[in-house]
């Protein structure tokens, strides 16, 4: 069974640019998280999303960050413009049930510069 | 409302044990366990629920202690493969959505 897929695995972009990372849940799970990791600090949570609702988005830190996932099976998550502060590692997870193991992609890797 | 982990970081030579805290000062109804390698995706360990459980498989096992709001996870005979970041996610009872918060890491280096 194939995991969960992130692309790209690196982005390097200048500020103001728009980037846009793509999250493929593992196949059948409804369930699907972004978090993101800057520099050596926790995971911090983003938004989660059922199908192709968005459950939770407590998380988003601004306007300028645009999650979907239309139809329910893959997700995009649009930063535009990028500043500074967005560089980091984005993950996306996925699970069955809202409750359930929840399992990470490698990750994106946003360098803004 | 982060839940802190301690320590933040412990060397340990092969073969020795090592045990990390993930505490909450909310109530929480899970407590998830990742490790992650440098460069790689956060690997799922195991997760507990509220109720006092403790679980293990091979030489990792962890516990939840609901009154203290505290998991503990519990690593023997460590091996060089143990070497990493792990991180406690944790899921409050107030929010059972699936949203973890996670602690700020324990950066654990097993030395031959």
């Known amino acids: 069974e194939a995991g969960v897929t992130q692309f790209p695995s690196h982005s390097v972009i200048e500020k103001g640019q728009t980037v846009t990372l793509r999250c493929d849940p593992i196949s059948g799970h409804d369930n699907l998280y972004w978090y993101r990791r800057v520099m050596g600090k926790e995971i911090k949570f983003l938004l989660h999303?059922?199908?192709?609702?968005?459950?939770?988005e407590s998380g988003m830190p601004n306007n300028r960050f645009l999650a979907e996932r239309t139809g329910g099976t893959y997700s995009t998550l649009k930063v535009q413009p990028a500043e500074l502060e967005d560089s980091g590692v984005y993950f996306c997870?996925?699970?069955?049930?809202?409750?359930?193991?929840?399992?990470f992609g490698p990750g994106t890797r946003l360098t803004v510069l | 409302q982060q839940p802190v982990q301690s320590p933040q970081a412990v060397i340990l030579r092969e073969g020795e044990d090592a045990v990390i805290n993930c505490s909450s000062s909310k109530a929480l109804y899970s407590v998830h366990w990742y490790r992650q390698k440098h460069g790689e995706a956060p690997v799922f360990l195991m997760i507990?629920?509220?109720?006092?459980e403790q679980k293990g498989h091979d030489k990792i096992s962890a516990s939840f202690n609901e009154k203290k709001q505290q998991s503990s996870l519990y690593l023997t005979a460590s091996q060089l493969s143990y070497s990493g970041t792990y991180f406690c996610g944790t899921e409050r009872s107030d929010n059972q959505g699936g949203k973890l918060i996670f602690g700020q890491g324990t950066e654990l280096s097993v030395k031959p």
């Open positions: 507990l629920l509220k109720g006092g």
């Open positions: 997870a996925s699970s069955q049930w809202h409750t359930d193991t929840q399992y």
């Open positions: 999303f059922v199908k192709e609702s968005k459950q939770d």
